[in-house]
């Protein structure tokens, strides 16, 4: 077994690391929402540097989760709730990759893609920030607004397939508006995916 570090009798409260993964996600989106709308090239580091820290506080999650004698949670349970948090945040790193290899200007539908996404995932850090602090009283309406704008990504999606037939673009151009739309329509299921994993972990901590 691993060494803990931490301190003997000290109990680590995963719903606030849960918590702060969220928090992480919520800025990397934001910043991504502001290189689409702005192409501020500038932002990409901070985004970079989120998610280093995301992957920082999982690890340590990780390792108090492997330490720990009890859990609040079955354990799998825990490193699958915190790997779909993961997920998104790593979603969003690929996603700031995309617009700098390609020198991508995002498209107004793009953009308008990202504002939702902004939204679930700011509902996502909201539900589990409720979670993390006991209080529930908006928990599963946060978690419903976390998912309900994942059929309106999926809409622009199409849309956004739909426009390129009238697309005067060349066709290197045209594929890599296909595949960045098709990358923030896999973002917005990963966020829903989430918020399926926040709620069903939720139920099990009932009592």
Not at 39 to 44: G, H, I, M
Not at 48 to 69: G, P, T
Not at 93 to 114: A, C, Q
Not at 119 to 141: C, G, K, P, Q, V
Request: charged letters at 40%; glycine letters at 0%; a neutral charge.
């Amino acid at each position: 077994m691993k060494k803990s570090f931490f301190k003997k009798g000290e109990r680590p409260n995963f719903y606030h690391m849960l918590k702060r993964q969220c928090e992480i996600t919520m800025r990397s989106s934001l910043l991504l929402l502001r290189l689409a709308e702005n192409n501020e090239e500038d932002l990409a580091e901070e985004i970079e540097a989120c998610e280093k820290k995301a992957d920082k506080v999982r690890r340590d999650l990780i390792d108090y989760v492997e330490n720990s004698f009890i859990t609040p949670l079955d354990r799998h349970d825990l490193f699958s709730l915190s790997r779909s948090i993961d997920d998104v945040t790593d979603k969003i790193k690929d996603l700031k990759d995309f617009i700098l290899f390609f020198h991508y200007s995002p498209t107004r539908k793009n953009v308008e893609m990202i504002r939702l996404i902004d939204s679930s995932i700011y509902s996502l850090t909201d539900a589990m920030s409720e979670w993390a602090d006991d209080r529930i009283e908006n928990f599963w309406d946060d978690i419903v607004r976390a998912k309900k704008n994942e059929n309106q990504v999926k809409r622009l999606y199409w849309e956004n397939i739909s426009d390129l037939d009238r697309c005067k673009e060349t066709l290197k151009d045209v594929i890599v508006m296909r595949e960045f739309s098709k990358d923030l329509n896999s973002l917005a299921n990963k966020i829903g995916k989430a918020a399926d994993s926040i709620s069903d972990a939720k139920i099990k901590s009932i009592k």
